[in-house]
């Protein structure tokens, strides 16, 4: 079917680009090999220099129009094929190639009309229009051949949207639909044209064994019946077949020109052959020739078995003497003998096979006659006489249906009649104006075909009687091809020219079909093709010659036309098919580069071509249908998940943008109800100076949350400026993009450059994402040795992340020893997720354990979440109400409510938050010379220690040895990550009776030490002016320091004498450090085993200068914690109870 079908162009997957993903095709545009040869020659002369600094990459008009005056993009084709065997391997490469020459008529419209025109015309259009009537055989060739002029519409429109080079349709559909269904449609179209190769070979194997040499059977078929007969032909054609099949493929091997050579005979003999039968249906009407068929009845008998038309003949003596047909029903030649009992009962007649084109009998072939197999095949009108219960003998003298036909598989069997639509297509490489030639030359083609076929079924219904068109065989006529007693001056030029024909169609789909094997394999797509791309020196396909002859194998081992034809039918008509679908699609996306030059098209005549190609295939055969699709489907995912990935520009591309574009515009209509809230992740990681992420299992985390299948981003920030920084930038992304692999987290990457970190963090927070597919979360790791001198701006960057977050309304995920998280490969067997739920977030608390848990690493933990109990609430009534909460969510947790009273702020309390607000001051004076910030050291400690180094000298000692020790601690100086969790504070002076937690509130008026805070109540959470803090931290910094005085028991004794030091403290941090250090204690009761801790993240003091305090605060909270994830919520209820 396909017609010098030849490579790709080296650009889709040639050795040029073996390391490149996106191969490039070759081109006279920007970048081109050309230009930078010729760029010396560009810019010669004054009058350009205003352009001589970009020569490199943009060349001048007058070299780019003198390229594209000789631009050809093709690759090997017939011509270059006989070079190559003519000449030597060196000597033809150095040869120029010649311009393509062939135009319309020889290009595109004879090698159309010769792909058309084939074994159906001629071995099955007389039976199919005798079994399906003239109505129902005009409704099919109507329906297949307005199908093919719609796909030839949408084929000219691609056809001329640019060049195409060699490759025809294979490469019209993968670079107008994308290479997944490029390279499924391309394998299918393969498939198609391989067993079209079959179908042709058995068709000449049925001319030769059946009407041109019946003796030559190597199995006779001669005394045998019913199954036996059939499968005796079925043997005869397998073998035969085999044997055309080797010599075809050996022609082909030996080199293509040879069938190039013998096409226009091959062509010569299909014009021939139809010109005989139009020649023979008008003389039917002048003088119809004399083709008996003889009747028993209204059965027809095969004429082969007898000579003369009767039961009994008068002899030269004038007596009666029986014939050859009364020796066929009857025991003995004598007119006493036993005869069948319907040959007694029924006379024998003789009727003209063909009565010729003004007989009217076209109103006897209006309506169809559907058999069973093993039907006999009768004349409805003609008398019989037969008894109801009588049982059929001699069944081997009538004609028999050899299938059982039915409407649909008469479509089946037609369609590959009007395949080969392609032929022009695929020679445009040696088409001189293929974007004119193309849609000409194929529509008046199909033009052509339609009304010829069409015709064809009105002549037949009005020339041949009934019986003798539904007789698929001719042995009711001799044995003679059907068509062939149509055809004028002998049946032997129909007979002799369509076994030439189909031998000429075989012997072009295999040479077709291998190259478009080969540029399949060439295009990369399918890996375990890649070896058919190979070929010989002068470009012949080898492997995938044999590959296509193995192929075409099946088809001749199946043996039956009839069960071959449905089979390619279903191949055709998905390429066709998909044909329209790229029409379509690029019509109505409206690409800017869909600009065709027929403009005869519209995009409802495509999506009707596509409507009646998947019509088709389920009117043939639905369960091939389904098998074909089956297959097309396999191919398109093992493409998309193992093929090479492509960049050509494709529909499917343009049509993911399109809906994103509709998808985002919905979006913006209004922010997302709660039920659709999901995590929607800005990730921020650090890179070191080798582009490597500092924090890797932080995408292992990301991983994991996103059970809510959400929006995830992973960016980074870089210092510079972007002209100077934008290769690392780009080798930044593409680290974060491995990773990201790695991983398996799906979403984007993206590096900004700023001239600072800070400004590149918050340009990442506010420009990420795009209209409502933004961000609402972001995650960002605890920042590591933040105590350190060097690390200073890196906390503060922290905090004002903190503070940006909490200002654009988005939710903050921090979580802490982010070293210690599981990787994706873990498994936790068993634990717990503790959630501690002390202010109302949203819900975020509730949702980041349920997501978390989908995921295979914590699946078998337990949620359990923690509240707390005030003074005045009541307990017990808190945990039913929380556990019916859960309830209504759906969310399987236990219940735990912590009763914590408010209690005295011990003196631990103030000696750590007098050694925080010291370290403070140390670390602002740390851009001081190295005498000043020791003068500074010395005078914070003496006039902070005045009264105590007068009371208590031992006391003196070891507030400053805490005092000096701390910014130089071997805790500080290590990673968060790894500093051992440090054991809670003994120190202290016993607590309250039960434990306790301090509730928080920012007020203008500070409280006094012994003075318990204001407990909380709704009232005082929606307060304006109050602010409710609750912090949490890790320790890091070794071992607590111990109150002056706690050393000993006299020490505990005298622990008032050093409140005249703790006056001049902030009483609003030493309220804070009380609530961290008393929650941290009950944390660590609760959940010290759990294997992850979630708990509500405090807002940074909206004053500035206590934001090194803000970190403290947190530090201390989450002292002895191994895995924390800090939450912060955006602002908005992100879970519901509701449906």
Known sequence: MLNNLTDTEEGDGGAQNQGDNNPKESSPFINSSDVAAEKSQQYDGKHMALFEEEMDTIPMVSSLLSSLANYSNLTQGSKEHEEAENNEAESSRKKPIKAPQLGTLMGVYLPCIQNIFGVILFLRMTWLVGIGGVIGTFVIVFMCCTTTMLTAISMSAIATNGVVPAGGSYY??????????????????????????????????????????????????????????????????????????????????????????????????????????????????????????????????????????????ESSNGTMVTTQLWN???????????????????????????????????????????????????????????????????????????????????????????????????????????????????????????????????????????????????????????????????????????????????????????????????????????????????????????????????????????????????????????????????????????????????????FLGMSLCLTLMFLCSWYYAIVAMVIAGSIYKYIEFSGAEKEWGDGIRGLSLSAARYALMRLEEGPPHTKNWRPQLLVLVSMDGEQNVEQPRLLSLTNQLKAGKGLTIVGTALEGTYLLNHEQAQRAEQALHKLMETEKVKGFCLATVSSNLRDATSHLIQSSGLGGLKHNAVLVSWPRNWKQADERQTWRNFVELVRETTAASLALLVPKNIAAFPSNGERFSEGHIDVWWIVHDGGMLMLLPFLLRQHKVWRKCKMRIFTVAQLDDNSIQMKKDLTTFLYHLRIDAMVEVVEMHDSDISAYTYEKTLVMEQRSQILKQINLSKNEREREIQSITDSSRGSIRRKNPAAVTTQLSVTEDQPGASKEEKPEEESTPASPPVSPPPPAPSDQVQLIHDTTTPASPATPATPLTPEAVQSPGQQVQMTWSEKSDGEPAKPPGAATPEGIKDIFNMKPEWENLNQSNVRRMHTALRLNEVILKKSSEAKLVLLNMPGPPKNRSGDENYMEFLEVLTEGLNRVLLVRGGGREVITIYS
């Not at 050996?250 to 039968?277: D, E």
């Not at 006529?477 to 068509?483: M, R, S, T, Y």
Request: aromatic content about 10%; proline content about 5%.
């Open 328 to 606: 066929m029903f009857c025991d003995s030649p004598f007119l006493n003998a036993t005869c069948d009992r319907y040959f007694s009962d029924n006379n024998v007649t003789r009727i003209q096979g063909i009565p010729g084109v003004t007989s009217g009998i076209l109103a006897d072939n209006l309506f169809g006659n559907y058999y069973e197999k093993g039907d006999l095949v009768a004349n409805k009108d003609a008398a019989s006489v037969e008894g109801v219960d009588d049982p059929m003998t001699n069944s081997n003298s009538y004609v028999l249906a050899d299938i059982t036909s039915f409407f649909t598989l008469l479509v089946g069997i037609y369609f590959p009649s009007v395949t080969g639509i392609m032929a022009g297509s695929n020679r445009s490489g040696d088409l001189r104006d293929a974007q004119k030639s193309i849609p000409i030359g194929t529509i008046a083609a199909i033009t052509t075909t339609s009304l010829v076929y069409m015709s064809s079924v009105i002549l037949f219904g009005a020339c041949i009687e009934g019986v003798v068109l539904r007789d698929k065989f001719g042995e009711g006529v001799n044995g003679n091809l059907v068509i062939g007693t149509l055809a004028w001056p002998s049946p032997w030029v129909i007979v002799i020219g369509s076994f030439f024909s189909t031998c000429g169609a075989g012997l072009q789909s295999l040479t077709g079909a291998p190259r478009l094997m080969q540029a399949i394999a060439k295009d990369g797509l399918v890996p375990i093709l890649r070896i058919f791309g190979h070929a010989k020196a002068n470009g012949e396909p080898t492997w995938s010659l044999l590959l296509t002859a193995c192929i075409c194998e099946i088809g001749i081992l199946i043996a039956s036309l009839d069960l071959v034809a449905p089979i390619l039918s279903m191949f055709f008509l998905m390429c066709y098919m998909f044909v329209n679908l790229a029409c379509a699609l690029q019509t109505l996306l409206r690409t800017p580069n869909w600009r065709p030059r027929f403009k005869f098209y519209h995009w409802a005549l495509s």
């Open 172 to 313: 019209m559909i993968s670079r107008s639909l994308g290479p997944e269904f490029g390279g499924a449609v391309g394998i299918c179209f393969y498939l198609g044209t391989t067993f079209a190769g079959a179908m042709y070979i058995l068709g000449a194997i049925e001319l030769l064994l059946i009407y041109i040499a019946p003796k030559a059977a190597i199995f006779p078929l001669e005394g045998l019946e019913g199954a036996e007969a059939e499968a005796a032909l079925l043997n005869n054609m397998r073998v035969y077949g085999t044997l055309l099949l080797t010599s075809m493929a050996t022609v082909v091997f030996v080199g293509v020109k040879y069938v190039n050579k013998l096409a226009l005979v091959f062509l010569a003999c299909v014009i021939l052959s139809i010109l005989a039968v139009y020649a023979g249906v008008i003389k039917t009407g002048i003088d119809p020739p004399d083709f008996p068929v003889c009747l028993l009845g209204n059965r027809t008998l095969i004429s082969k078995k007898f000579d003369v038309c009767a039961k009994t003949m």
